[in-house]
T-cell receptor, first 111, second 116 residues
């Protein structure tokens, strides 16, 4: 059973701070990792994907992957109230099999 | 506009009734998926299809059925056998088998199903 674990939160950070969201996974064969943002009542939207160990930066977002330790994280710099949402971690181990999702971490950015 | 559409936005089901949720995409994607989301929960896979006229059960297929007669369409039927259908239903699509493990899944806006 492939599992993706996330702390459900809520994670509260002040405006302008760095928010750090973490995800661990059980399947060592996992190859691709995705972060989705989901606003309340809306569908998930892709923020970032990462395939290789290390960091990947896109604007205020940085994804970090460590396959040896089986964790992936998302850093949000200069957090804004508009970043308040649930962040879903997802992974895939091969081919185009469906993504496996964690339960999500709720982030609250306090103005 | 290119994308994934789901209808209706809200759907009400009476006891013992079958209901069908629509999902259409014009992205020319081969693969399509149905997920269910309960409050405070992640996404659980119901069914997926990697090619027309073929589909596979996901983790929670009991009480649901699907068809894939056209590339663009992947309707989900919630049958009366599904005893707890109240949830947010999300349809997604991706390029398909040739894209490999790195392909991205894109989501439609979702349908919220409520039981009367």
């Amino acid at each position: 059973q492939k599992e993706v674990e996330q702390n459900s939160g809520p994670l509260s950070v002040p405006e302008g701070a760095i928010a750090s969201l973490n995800c661990t996974y059980s399947d060592r064969g996992s190859q691709s990792f995705f972060w989705y943002r989901q606003y309340s009542g809306k569908s998930p939207e892709l923020i970032m994907f990462i395939y290789s160990n290390g960091d990947k930066e896109d604007g205020r977002f940085t994804a970090q992957l460590n396959k040896a330790s089986q964790y992936v994280s998302l850093l949000i710099r200069d957090s804004q109230p508009s970043d308040s949402a649930t962040y879903l971690c997802a992974m895939r181990n091969s081919g185009n099999t469906p993504l496996v999702f964690g339960k999500g971490t709720r982030l609250s950015v306090i103005a | 506009d290119g994308g994934i559409t789901q209808s209706p936005k809200y759907l009400f089901r009476k006891e013992g009734q079958n209901v069908t949720l629509s999902c259409e995409q014009n992205l020319n994607h081969d693969a399509m998926y149905w997920y269910r989301q309960d409050p405070g929960q992640g996404l659980r896979l119901i069914y997926y299809s990697q090619i027309v006229n073929d589909f596979q059960k996901g983790d929670i297929a009991e009480g649901y059925s699907v068809s894939r007669e056209k590339k663009e369409s992947f309707p989900l039927t919630v049958t009366s056998a599904q005893k707890n259908p109240t949830a947010f239903y999300l349809c997604a699509s991706s390029m398909g088998r040739l894209a490999g493990s790195r392909e991205t899944q894109y989501f439609g806006p979702g349908t919220r199903l409520l039981v009367l």
